[in-house]
Structure formats: structure tokens, C-alpha cells
């Protein structure tokens, strides 16, 4: 018999979403754009420092053209997905300016705590002396 072989690339999406009473309300499309933001993540890591900011930490860059694209989504629906994983603390989008993209944090579901997981330095800027919790 011949053995078959896949090369699939394939997004990975926690089953978390899928039975925690928390993601109930996320919608499946959020759901999937997460799984895209990890996958950039991933890569992301893969290559080291390139892609850490001043604080050690990964960030992607991932326009709102880019996942319009590749979702083949309008801009309102993609900018409605983004803040639905914002308000369910999986990403935080850093502005950046001058016509720059956002620098996007993507939320490692995988660890065990999940209190203050971006500086304080990074949500309110540098010398920054608001206290109020991260997540």
C-alpha cells in the first residue's frame, strides 16, 4: 500500500475558543484571525531579536490591507475582528505614527499567568506613572 503524505500548512486555533464559556461570544471569524496572528507570531520568534522591542518582547506587523486580503474581508469587518481579540485581551495594537503600522502583541493563551503580560511602559508610553493593570 502507498504511504501517503500531506504537506499542509495549517493555523492553529486553541480548542479554547471553542469551550470556554470566556470565547463563547467571539465570533468564529475572530476566532480564525487569531489563529493567523499566531501563526505571524511564530514566525516572528523564529527570527530572533529582529522583531523584539525595547522590552524583549515579540510584536508582529500585520496591516489592516494584509488580512483584508487574505481573509478576503472589508476593512470594517477586519477592524471589527481586531477589536474583538482587544477586548477579549488576546492582542494589544501599539500605534506607532507617522503612517507607520501598529505594532501587534499577540496574547500567548498557553501561559499560566496572564497578569501584566506587556510593561506598563508599552500600553500608557515611556516614564508613564499610571498604575492601572495590564489585563
Known sequence: MENLTFDYKFYRIPKRFFK???FRDMTNAAKVLYGILLDRK?????NGDAWRDEYGITYIIFTIEEIMNLMNLGNKK???MLKELEEHGLIYRRHQGLGRP????VYDLLKT???NWLPKQIIFGKGSSNEKEVL
Open 113 to 115: 499567568d496572564n497578569s
Open 102 to 105: 501598529n505594532k501587534i502583541y
Open 20 to 22: 470556554e464559556d470566556t
Open 42 to 46: 511564530c514566525l516572528s520568534d523564529s
Open 78 to 80: 477586519v477592524n471589527k
